[in-house]
């Protein structure tokens, strides 16, 4: 809601306030006296053009400032923040500030939260939270998208389910459509991938590497590489140990049984003697292991002779060849062999999963197809009722030939809201042609047109705020009692603020404003170099009988006019009652 207006140095209002609050508002005032300052105030918050003429005439600028109160949980709050603004929050209610400044110079500046912000986020916020119909603004439900959003709306809880439902299973078609289409149109691709894999798993497989292998031919082919050597060494390490050929009683094995002998005899008169025998025993034991070890040694490499080196190289520069075509090891070559695989099983499994989304995609068309001739027809239901409705409302507020018609065609193209294609469309008059909103009729009836659709929407599509501008344009009598009747409908549901000429209009209001000229005189009586301004003053019950009765007379202090304002506003006090 928008609780309160501040206008500076704008037109010919110098520095007014609007208290604005729930229900339904009116502006009055003369000819000429600013009224339409109000709507160009809200226009700029709501992010419209700047215009340096609309600055007060030898003013640096004029400023429009605005405080709405919101449910912080409400889609402009958080904009608001994202902007990089704060709204300041008392008892569950968030309050935000809007500012907007147009200087002389033709330069301007919005503020959202009491942070600069580009004049765009004021745009943006605007369509969430005022409305305004004038003659030169933009309609609300111009474009063909807010048609069908508020034709939708309006057919109600079970239709919302209805399309939900087409929605979930629209957005399932086009997700397994693009699979489709993805397969299809890389299908050579993973063809030439899928034979990249096959030929790289059959020289793998071929050569069969096993786990740990290149290391352990690399370290046999060292050891073949060096078996002279290392035969040499086995022999003159097993000839010390064990000397059998030259009966040498000098060998490592043949010593400690010397010793361990000598120290057995005299074992048993010392306990020191008899366990470095029994250490010496056990020597020997090893000793001769090693001695069997060493003459095992020896035969091996007797029996691995060149033939051997040379298989064990060939065996290498394999598994080399793999090494350098897939991984830096073998064991690193397994695993990549192994996610090959799955990848091929994927790829080699494309012309089945193409025929089964080729199916699925067909009998998800279909499924959709049927969805959407059951939303289309919901549609036609709702567009018919909510055409008549507003028809009936055209005809109460001086448009009594004045036709709502909403066409509701097919187009075939399945799409995220069905195949409909939405038109709001006004025919003035019987045989005439239907046209779209917005043209072929006067802002004065736009405005009506409009009213009728906002009072029939309110329940179920609302904005927090709607400004009227020459709503009552060109109508008078019973019809402007039914225009202020119908503004007041509107107000139970939203808050609107109306600019208004007319008392039958005004006598609706819950908050009445007025706006007064003054002009600057010199000494003379007689205007001179002196300028042009406006004042704003909320008025009480007595201030509202003299301004009905100066709009229905001219003369505010005039018994009869006085009572006639008077039964205006006893008449509107009657419109709750008659309503419920």
Known sequence: MLEELRIRDLGVITDAALPLGPGLSVVTGETGAGKTMVVTAVGLLLGARSDAGAVRSGAKSAS???????????????RAKEAGGDAEEFDGVAELLLARTVGADGRSRAYVGGRA????????????????????DQ?????????????????????????????????????????????????????????????????????DPQPGEDDTLKAEAVKLANVEELRLAAAAAHQSLIAEEFGDAGDATTMVDAAKRTLEHVADHDEELRSAATRLAEVGFLLNDIAAELASYQAALDTEGPERLSEIEDRRAAL??????????????????????????????????IESLDAEVAATEVALRKQAVAISKARLKAAKTLSTRVSAELKALAMADATLVIEVDDSGV??????????????????????????????????????????????????????????????????????????????????????????QVAAFADHHIRVTKTSVRGADGKTTTGFTSSDVQLLGDEDRVKELARM???????????????????DAKLLPAALD
């Open 414 to 503: 399945l799409g995220p809201w069905g195949t409909d294609e939405i038109a709001f469309l006004l025919q003035p008059h019987s045989g005439a042609p239907a046209r779209p909103l917005g043209k072929g009729a006067s802002g004065g009836e736009l405005s009506r047109v409009m009213l009728a659709i906002e009072v029939v929407l309110a329940a179920v599509d609302p904005v927090p705020t709607f400004v009227f501008d020459e709503v009552d344009a060109g109508v008078g009598g019973r019809a402007a009692v039914e225009i202020g009747r119908r503004l007041a409908m509107l107000a139970r549901h939203v808050q609107v603020l109306v600019v208004t000429h007319l008392p």
């Open 552 to 570: 229905l007379a001219g003369q505010e202090d005039s018994e009869s006019a006085q009572a006639h304002a008077q039964e205006l506003l006893d």
């Open 320 to 353: 080399a060849k793999l090494i350098r075509k897939y991984a830096p090891s073998i064991d690193e070559v397994l695993e990549w062999a192994a996610a090959a695989r799955v990848r091929l099983d994927e790829l080699q499994d494309d012309s089945s999963r």
């Open 117 to 136: 912000a580009p004049v765009g986020v004021l745009a943006e916020l605007g369509e969430s939270l005022v409305v305004v119909h004038g003659q030169s």
């Open 64 to 78: 429009a400032e605005a405080v709405l109160k919101l449910d912080p949980r409400h889609s402009a709050v958080e």
């Open 139 to 207: 309609i609300r439900l111009k474009s063909s998208t807010a048609q069908r959003h508020a034709l939708d709306r309006f057919a109600g809880a079970s239709f919302a389910k209805a399309l939900g439902q087409y929605q979930s299973l629209f957005s399932h078609w086009k997700a397994i459509q693009s699979e489709l289409e993805t397969l299809r149109s890389e299908a050579r691709e993973r063809l030439r991938e899928a034979e990249s894999l096959d030929a790289a798993l059959e020289e793998i497989d071929e050569v």
